[in-house]
């Protein structure tokens, strides 16, 4: 697994600034597959949907896609009828460009909510793009669909199908309204591995799961993230059903690309210093040590307490406590990394090691309920000054 | 209403610093009542309880009370078996020097959890804590079990019972570890005025429902929280039972005090700068506006982009569609004070006005999901970076 730019056979890309951001910085991004490529999605629970969303979600039935168009600096969420039909023009523009069905492209907007789309931008900046299209340019795109995010985030892995080397390659966006249950930032990934459509959709929502739903930053979810997966079979492989014996193979390598996007996500935590991974164990279901996990994560006065380099256990113990879990007190241990910090909900004394471990950037934090056999990891990161600062002041 | 200290007849107060906070500020409180009064009482629900909780949630069935010993800078939390024979001795060393059965006595503590009570300490202070005792001193208490609140929080109403003026009063501590689901803050009340257990419960219980259970911080739950009134019966009334044509007037006025202390509490949140009054109007149901206010209420976004006077009213509409209540976009309202910033989800271009607004203290929300008759309100504050530096370093 690496995070520098990666080819990946049969998909070209693009991103450039078309002036939507102020800054100047890259703001428009395109992806192009040279087949009809197998798609899946997922997308935001939120009640209040981007147009871009609702589109695309209309448009992943067909299970078909061939391109995607992002911009960033704006959400075109709450942007009303207008808003859909400029998210519509993008879409038709973007496939006459390219000279495709607008039924098989897809569009993705993030950034700032309830302005609208400065669309005649858009359409300015499309022959640009579409002549920009490159194979090792997926890099741009990173960047281009960046708001708040400090580092561009790419992943990739690539994997033995018979004898032929398939690639895995993703990208995504995150930084603020981070928190559990999808929906909660960009990603786009790329397969030139042959996936059949239910076989790519079931990996697909077992990826986000185990990753993208098992992230937190500040606990808000936001209206326009969508997490989608191309597969335009350049590979030339037997394409992979549910039932293949290769379908578990891609399956989790398609899981280990999402944790590590999912991870930096949290490393680039608006703010954040600082990356916990929180592990629950010895709940009686998933959901309980899920539900704990969760609790704890999003605890503001647990993550200062981190940030402070404050071994304050007794926030993390009264998360627990009201995470909405039957647990008993008493039968609580809790570790910073291997050391013992609570044992049978009363504390150790090791508060000065334990101020040493929250020095590092990296801390594992581990609840045993000892209540059953059942565990959980969320990824979460601390809260700082620099958050309030970023988000004070976002749309000004 | 004042905030002064009062006199309630009937009850004598003191406060005295027992070197438990570093800082030598008061931390050990005592409220004594010359009758047996009519105890009621409603207790966190985090199921993680500090001792002295445990102790007063056994004595609360009798429906009696007498005293209640309160000390700040120590949570008694997480200290096991240890912990809970300190709370019980707190109330027998209180009982035995104001010669009264330990049983009529409740114990409160508020402070950093899992440290073991320096219970000697306390012991100690006690001689000469009950030789403090006198009528005029409830501010002293209500100074005495403050933590990281800045001001001392008292409120009273005085009310006529059938040509006798009765009164009510109440002190508070709140700051952090605020969310809503009570079990938020200590809140003591105190009234001459002769009340039935059922109906003082009954009393109780809605006030809090209406006041603390509508407030909300940093949506943590303290493990520490109670709130306790005491009906001495000393103005010497008929009793009022729940049926009594008085009853409501009784109620009313103890939820103008509690809702007193509630905005005391929130103008006080750790770093708050302003106060935000949430309300939900055009709901289906009850229910859906509390969800709907609370989501709204608890979104760092929302709440750092009104601390930085920035009118992205996207985050409210985010919030109020991961809120769970399925409701339509194309039917809200939102309205900064009189101002309507959203009209039927689309933008109204007010932001200069809503900027202005944005810059006072006291702050209305109000949010029509033209859905339905039902409303609900929360009050808030907002999310800045002292509350991080506060929370950042509190056990240090």
Redesign the interface.
């Known amino acids: 697994m690496n995070r520098l730019s990666v080819i990946i056979p049969g998909y070209s890309f693009a991103g450039i600034s078309a002036g939507i951001k102020k800054s100047g910085a890259d703001d428009l991004a395109l992806v192009f597959s040279e087949n009809v490529a197998v798609t899946a999605g997922v997308f935001t629970?939120?009640?209040?949907?981007a147009a871009p969303v609702k589109i695309s979600i209309n448009r992943i039935a067909s299970q078909k896609g061939q391109a995607i168009i992002i911009n960033s600096g704006n959400?075109n969420?709450?942007?009303?009828a207008r808003g859909y039909s400029d998210a519509e023009e993008m879409t038709e523009k973007t496939a006459k460009a390219l000279g495709i069905s607008s039924e098989l492209v897809y569009a993705s907007s993030t950034g700032?909510?309830?302005?609208p789309l400065p669309i005649e931008k858009i359409r300015k900046a499309l022959p640009e793009l579409v002549k920009k299209l490159s194979p090792s340019a997926l890099e741009q795109v990173a960047s281009a669909i960046m708001t708040t995010d400090t580092f561009a985030k790419i992943s990739s892995k690539k994997i033995n199908i018979k004898g032929k080397t398939g690639t895995i390659a993703g990208i995504a966006k995150g930084a603020?309204?981070i928190c559990p249950n999808m929906?909660t930032m960009l990603c786009f990934m790329f397969t030139d591995i042959a996936v059949k459509p239910r076989a790519l959709d079931s990996a697909l929502r077992e990826a986000v799961e185990n990753s993208f739903n098992r992230i937190t930053i500040?606990?808000?979810?936001?209206?326009n993230d969508m997490a989608l997966i191309m597969s335009n079979g350049s590979l030339k492989n037997t394409s992979i059903t549910k039932s293949s014996p290769l379908y578990r193979k891609f399956a989790s390598a398609l899981s280990d690309v999402t944790y590590d996007l999912a991870k930096m996500i949290v490393e680039d935590g608006e703010g954040a210093t600082k990356l916990v991974e929180i592990e629950v164990k010895g709940a009686r279901t998933e959901t309980d040590a899920k539900k704990v996990a969760r609790s704890v994560a999003?605890?503001?006065?647990v993550k200062?307490?981190i940030?402070?380099r404050?071994?304050?256990?007794?926030?993390i113990?009264?998360?627990?406590?009201?995470?909405g879990?039957?647990?008993n007190?008493k039968e609580i241990d809790i570790y910073l990394n291997k050391v013992k910090l609570?044992n049978?909900?009363?504390?150790t004394k090791k508060e000065e090691i334990a101020r040493n471990i929250l020095a590092n950037k990296n801390i594992a934090l581990t609840i045993d309920l000892s209540a059953g056999r059942k565990s959980a990891k969320v990824l979460t990161c601390d809260?700082?000054?620099k958050?309030?600062?970023i988000?004070?002041?976002?749309?000004?």
């Open positions: 629970i939120n009640k209040i949907k959400a969420a709450c942007t009303g700032v909510i309830g302005r603020g309204m929906a500040d606990n808000d979810m936001s209206t999003n605890s503001m006065l200062t307490a940030y402070g404050d071994p304050n256990w007794g926030r113990i009264a998360a627990v406590g009201y995470s879990v039957d647990i007190e609570v049978k909900g009363v504390g809260l700082t000054e958050y309030i600062a988000n004070a002041h976002y749309t000004t």
